[in-house]
Nanobody
Framework: QVQLVESGGGLVQAGGSLRLSCAAS????????MGWFRQAPGKEREFVAAISWHFGSTYYADPVKGRFTISRDNIKNTVYLQMNGLKPEDTAVYYC????????????????WGQGTQVTVSS
């Protein structure tokens, strides 16, 4: 089991930036992919971005391509989500999660989840 703690959320105006962090601990040796999902009120949790932990390959959902960048620090066991050009529709609780498969965009492929961090973008 992997324990994940997200941080870095907050309130920002449209066009602004935030950098989310997700620190992993515990039994991380089976983790091949770390991903970010988000969930807005009344909506399904949706895929945002993912990164191969060992090789660094990245994957993005269409709405965030060109604006968000996922990265990782293997030594610190931390994954980041740099969010630029934020829009009101980016408002959601952002979760990080781990998966054994590579580059998965599917919710059910992810096994361990953090508690989430709130991102609110005002117009």
């Amino acid at each position: 089991q992997v324990q994940l703690v997200e941080s870095g959320g907050g309130l920002v105006q449209a066009g602004g930036s935030l950098r989310l962090s997700c620190a992993a601990s515990g039994r991380t040796f089976s983790t091949n992919t770390m991903g970010w999902f988000r969930q807005a009120p009344g909506k399904e949790r949706e895929f945002v971005a993912a990164i191969s932990w060992h090789f660094g390959s990245t994957y993005y959902a269409d709405p965030v391509k060109g604006r968000f960048t996922i990265s990782r620090d293997n030594i610190k066991n931390t994954v980041y989500l740099q969010m630029n050009g934020l829009k009101p529709e980016d408002t959601a609780v952002y979760y990080c999660a781990t998966a054994r498969s590579y580059g998965s965009r599917r919710f059910n492929d992810y096994e361990d989840w953090g508690q989430g961090t709130q991102v609110t973008v005002s117009s």
